[in-house]
């Protein structure tokens, strides 16, 4: 019986992945290579719908490369490949937005969020299509599950209509996919203001895991609590506490109830030092296998290379059936 598929992609937009992405996509990536056929794709394409820099991005997409397969994507055992090497993505985009509706994917929130922030006039159409290349990404593999989190529901919906519409008007080709719902504990808050999403773009209380560990150290010692002493978990009342909480139960495999316990009668500070601790543990050997993978890019270009021919011949496949079925 052939493994059900997932697909699952990252952009390479900046120098580091954070604990964020960590706990919230990548862990993930790295344990459903057990159950299922896994696709994992450097989305580089999905990079250049803001104004980038090519030297950062190449440095970048290696970057990412190294990190995945520092933390388990096992190049053997998953198709690991970067987007831009498989024409099938935007082969296939160009179909399914002539099947979009100008409204429908003018209703796509996270456009709306992006393009308040910098000025619809200075977003890209790129930006706007995103969503539409991102359910070519899913559809191109018949990928039958997505690992989202609450932010990207909206695009899957988008790609489940989309896959539907096709197959109705041109007869069943396109795999409709489920979503992969992650573990409501992925969501990491920013050290410094735990009321937002930890995120490369707010760099100051994020988490990187390429970062200095002695920084980062700092950082966790610095991060900010409340003005109680009891450490409990209470997402609502301590949104600080509680995301030092999360991040030691991950790194420590104990549960949260059992941190509870450890730290009564005990101050934040103890509960930062432990963190600090663990999470050094975590990262150190993480970084000398990543220096590893960048010290020899031939090398890693060249299990990218075999991956983006790997996913070529499934997504090619796809564009075949496709453009059979429309016609050309
Ligand atoms: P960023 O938010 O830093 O721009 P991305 O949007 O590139 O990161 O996110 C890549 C993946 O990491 C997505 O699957 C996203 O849901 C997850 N992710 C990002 N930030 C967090 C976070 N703070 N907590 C949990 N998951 C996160
Ligand atoms: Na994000």
Redesign the pocket.
């Known amino acids: 019986v052939a493994l059900p598929r997932v697909l699952?992609g990252?952009?390479p937009?900046?120098d580091s992945f954070?604990v964020?992405?960590y706990?919230?996509?990548?862990r993930q990536w790295v344990d459903l290579q057990a159950t299922h056929q896994a696709f994992y794709s450097i989305v580089d394409l999905h990079a250049i719908t803001v104004e980038q820099d090519p030297a950062d991005l190449r440095r970048r997409i290696r970057v990412a490369a190294a990190q995945l397969l520092a933390l388990g994507i096992d190049p053997q055992v998953s198709t690991l490949f970067v987007q831009s090497q498989v024409p099938a993505h935007t082969q296939l985009a160009w179909v399914l937005e002539c099947l979009t509706g100008f409204g429908e994917a003018g209703r796509m929130t996270q456009f709306k969020d992006k393009s308040a922030r910098g000025g619809a006039d200075r977003s890209s159409v790129g930006l706007f299509t995103y969503p539409i290349l991102q359910a070519a990404d899913i559809l191109a593999y018949a990928a039958d599950a997505v690992?989202?989190?609450e932010?990207?529901r909206q695009h899957l919906e988008l790609t489940r209509n989309l896959a539907q519409r096709f197959n109705a008007r041109y007869g069943p080709t396109l795999t409709v996919p489920e979503p992969y719902i992650?573990k409501a504990t992925?969501?990491?808050?920013?050290l410094t203001d735990p009321g937002v999403?930890?995120?490369?773009?707010s760099p100051g209380g994020?988490l990187d895991l390429l970062a200095d560990v002695k920084a980062s150290v700092k950082r966790i010692k610095s991060a900010v609590t409340d003005n109680e002493r009891e450490v409990r978990y209470d997402e609502d009342a301590k949104p600080g506490v509680s995301n030092l909480l999360r991040l030691l139960s991950v790194f420590t495999g104990a549960s949260i109830p059992e941190l509870e316990r450890r730290y009564e009668g005990r101050g934040y500070g103890d509960l930062k030092g432990d963190l600090a601790e663990a999470f050094a543990a975590f990262v150190t050997p993480l970084q000398a296998s990543v220096a590893g993978y960048l010290a020899d890019p031939a090398e890693l270009d060249a299990v990218l290379r075999a991956g983006g021919e790997r996913a070529r011949a499934t997504a090619d496949a796809t564009v075949a059936a496709v453009y059979e079925r429309v016609g050309f």
């Open positions: 699952s990252i952009q937009t900046a954070h964020g992405n706990l919230g996509a990548l690992p989202v989190g932010d990207q992650l992925a969501k990491i808050y920013d999403k930890m995120s490369k773009s994020s």
